[in-house]
Structure formats: C-alpha cells, structure tokens
C-alpha cells in the first residue's frame, strides 16, 4: 500500500510538472506577479542565505586548518576551501534553506488559498489559478535559487578569507589569487547550472503539496510539512545525478 502510494505521489507530481510546462508558454504570462515572486523569493531571503554562508565559508576554513598543517600544506587552504565551497557546499546548503524556507512558503500560502477556496473562486471568476499561482512561483524559484547561490559563493569565500587570518597572514591579493587559480571553467559551470534545477524541484514541489492540500488547517501545515522534506530530498538526488554526469563529461 506504501509502494502504491508512494508511486502514485511520484505520477502525480510528473503529471503536475508537465502541466507546468504546458501552460508555460500559453497567453498571457502574468509579469507582474512573476516580479513580486522574485521580489519574495529572492530578496526576502538574501539575509538569511547571506549570513549562512559567511558562517559556512569563516567555520570551514578554520576547521580545516589543523589537518593541513600536520601535512605541512597550511598555504593550500584558501585553494582547498574554495573549490569545496564553490563546487558543492554554497549551492546545496543554499538549495537546502531554499528548500526550508520557499518551499515550506509556498506550500503554506497555496495551502491556505486552497482550503479557504480561493482557488475555486478564481477558477470560477475566469482566471487561470495555475497560471497564476504556480507558474510565477516556480519561474521565480528557478531563476532565484541561481542568483542566491551566487551570492553566497562570494560571501563565502569572503568568510574563508576572515577564516584564514585569524591565525595566519594573508594578503587579500594573495588570498583571491590563490582561490582564482584552483577554480576553473569545470567547477563553476556545473555548480551554477545545477542551481537552476535545484530551484525548479523547490518550486513545483511547493506548488504541487498547496495547490491539492485538503484537510482545512491540518492540511496546511502537513503541505508545509511534506514540501519541505520532498524538495531536501529531490536537491540531494539531482546533487546526486548532477555530480555524475559532471564526472562522465570530465570536468572534474
């Protein structure tokens, strides 16, 4: 019974996402809503996902430190944490307090528009809900989550240039050096590129538990809920899928 549920959950979501592409490209695109949920999505969360990622950048390089100086490579670090952050650790725990905090949002707020049939009022009122409700939010999910992790790279790497001189001395053109010449073209592509999808699972999976929460307030929260783990879950597996073809293609 779990196993029937669990793929009618997955054939539900992949006709919902389907749907999202179909009306995609149908009159007319609702811009101004898309900007407000850009707006919501992006800048609402600049402070949070800012803040993790100096602490991120400030508590990776000083824990790795000591491992570097007992092989005697303590002038390798800022190369080291750069590629770390750049690669792997800024755009997935980006990806992660996107999934906590817009996917849970969304889910609420549709969850919400849903059981007080708000919806069924558009519906009737001759708007396109989805068009509407889910579209924008996704789109702006997609192109946000890029932009956020963008962001927190560069306040990252500033963190681990505060990290490496609390108990060394390295000059800031050293430092930016140092961190320029250990990224290449294969690090930042596939780590951008995967961020576009991160923030596509985030949004659909949002929409899709608000947009068919059912039972009143209880509902609500358990699409909050649910919208939370599935998105965290769906970031680690595309991680996953995307670090894999990162590997066959050699841009590792």
Do not use: H
């Amino acid at each position: 019974m779990k196993q029937s549920s669990f793929l009618n959950e997955v054939g539900e979501i992949a006709r919902f996402t389907g749907r999202f592409f179909r009306e995609l490209f149908k009159p007319k695109q609702e811009y101004i809503e898309f900007i407000n949920q850009c707006f919501w999505i992006g800048y609402k969360s600049l402070t949070l996902v800012g803040i993790t990622a100096f602490i991120m950048g400030l508590v990776l390089t000083i824990q790795s430190r000591p491992t570097l100086v007992e092989f005697g490579a303590e002038a390798m670090l800022p190369a080291m944490v750069s590629v770390s952050l750049i690669r792997e650790i800024a755009p997935v725990i980006t990806a992660l307090i996107c999934a906590g905090k817009i996917g849970s949002g969304i889910g609420a707020e549709l969850g919400s528009m849903r059981v007080t049939e708000q919806i069924d009022a558009m519906e009737v009122s001759g708007t396109n809900p989805f068009k509407y409700l889910v579209v924008t939010r996704v789109m702006a999910a997609t192109l946000m989550v890029p932009v956020l992790s963008s962001v927190a790279n560069a306040i990252s790497l500033y963190g681990g240039y505060l990290g490496v001189n609390i108990r060394g001395q390295v000059s800031w053109d050293l430092y930016w050096t140092q961190v320029f010449n250990a990224l290449s073209f294969g690090d930042v592509l596939p780590s951008l590129v995967k961020t576009f999808f991160f923030g596509f699972v985030i949004g659909i999976v949002g929409c899709y538990k608000g947009y068919y929460s059912q039972r009143g307030t209880e509902g609500v929260g358990r699409s909050a809920t649910t919208a939370v783990i599935v998105a965290s879950l769906l970031v680690f597996i595309v991680d996953l899928i995307a670090v894999q073809i990162t590997d066959l293609l050699g841009l590792t």
